[in-house]
């Protein structure tokens, strides 16, 4: 590790550690990283360097969130969309270098 602490870690019920929490998942969405950036040593290093008492979102933790914004999300659009006759969507896949598979959706 880069950076090595002496502090004890938030629990994962402390305020600030939700929140670091939620920002990590709104890059990780956002930037359509893989789950796997989480496990990457530069990438922990970063978030103790921010705060030596804030430690990284799980994977179990992370797939669980990805899962309940995604249902908040499709629950925004479908309301919005109640009242609408006619919708287009648009699709484009593909894959990374890595063989990762992303998606984008234009409504």
């Not at 479908?78 to 598979?101: F, G, I, K, P, Q």
Request: hydrophobic share 45%.
């Amino acid at each position: 590790m880069y950076f090595q602490s002496r502090l004890s870690p938030f629990p994962s019920a402390h305020p600030q550690q939700q929140e670091i929490n939620e920002r990590q998942i709104d890059m990780i969405i956002s930037n359509m990283s893989p789950a796997s950036i989480v496990d990457y040593e530069a990438y922990v290093s970063m978030i103790t360097a921010a705060n030596p008492q804030l430690s990284v979102v799980s994977r179990t933790a992370l797939f669980p969130a990805i899962k309940r914004r995604f249902r908040d999300h499709q629950a925004l659009v479908l309301a919005a969309l109640t009242d609408v006759d006619v919708c287009h969507v648009n699709s484009y896949m593909w894959t990374s270098t890595a063989d990762e598979a992303f998606g984008s959706f234009v409504v």
